[in-house]
Each structure stands twice: as structure tokens, then as C-alpha cells.
């Protein structure tokens, strides 16, 4: 009798030993929900940015110190969504940020913006990330191989 007691002792423990991992688990995955909503809303925020900044490169009324503004700011923006996402351990979905971000080249390319004001911004507002956000490319394309030259430059310095 006191072998199966044993036996139902053990198996007992073990399956208590297993939910008290299942419920760490959650924890954890409870934990990361706050860090997943504020990165949906910064992904919001960020193409958002994008939108007007898009809306502004076919506007004859904004100034270039207003476009420069709203490039500043939405790099700024886009360098707290990649914060977070690390802070998190949340994979960062290079190429959706990606896409954003040659929205607003072309946008900018399409105002008038020079590539090294844009270069020379995404350096000092993203570092080490801009050449994961940028796409040489899209570079390429929008403004040309002597600009796709000038970014490598950039990117190595």
C-alpha cells in the first residue's frame, strides 16, 4: 500500500511540476501583452507619420522646414517602435518597416527633398538601424547610383 501511495505521490508531484510551468508560461506570455499593444499603436502612430508625410510631398504649401520637421518625427517614431519591439524580445519585422520607410523616401523624393538631407537625418535618428530600414534599392531607385553611392559611404563611416 505504501508503494502505490508513493506512486500517487510522484505522480501527483509531476503533474503539479507541470502546471506550475504551464502557468510560468503564461506569465511570461501576460507579460509581453502590454509590450504588443504599445508596439500596434507605435505601428499606427508610425504610418501615420507616413501618411502625412505623404500628404505633405504633394502639397505647394508646405516649407521644407515643416517636410524636415515631419521627417524628424517620424524617425524619431520609428526608432520607439524598434526600442520597444527589442526592449521585448519581439521580433522586428524588418520589411514592413521597411516598406513604410520607402513610402516616405519616395514621398520625400517626390517634394523635392534632397537624399542627403533624408541620409544624413535617418543616420542621426536611427544609427545602426538605418541600413536595416532602408532597402539600397530603394535608394537606387528613387534617387539614383550616385545617391546609392553617397548612403554606402554613410553606412560605412
Do not use: C
Not at 509581453?32 to 499603436?41: D, H, M, Q, R, T
Not at 526608432?79 to 513604410?100: C, E, M, P, Y
Amino acid at each position: 500500500m505504501s508503494s502505490e501511495v508513493e506512486k500517487l505521490r510522484d505522480e501527483l508531484m509531476s503533474k503539479i511540476s507541470e502546471l506550475e510551468s504551464r502557468v510560468g508560461k503564461l506569465e511570461e506570455e501576460l507579460n509581453i501583452l502590454p509590450n504588443i499593444v504599445e508596439a500596434s499603436w507605435r505601428i499606427a502612430q508610425l504610418e501615420s507619420s507616413a501618411q502625412r508625410i505623404l500628404s505633405h510631398s504633394r502639397s505647394p504649401l508646405v516649407t521644407l522646414p515643416i517636410f524636415e520637421q515631419e521627417l524628424s518625427k517620424y524617425f524619431d517614431e520609428l526608432k520607439d517602435l524598434i526600442t520597444i519591439l527589442r526592449d521585448a524580445s519581439i521580433s522586428v519585422n524588418w520589411s514592413l518597416i521597411g516598406r513604410s520607410a520607402s513610402m516616405v523616401l519616395r514621398a520625400a523624393k517626390e517634394a523635392g527633398i534632397s537624399f542627403g538631407l533624408i541620409a544624413n537625418l535617418m543616420i542621426e535618428k536611427l544609427g545602426g538601424y538605418a541600413a536595416k530600414v532602408i532597402d539600397e534599392n530603394v535608394v537606387g531607385e528613387v534617387y539614383g547610383l550616385a545617391e546609392l553611392k553617397y548612403w554606402r559611404k554613410l553606412l560605412r563611416e
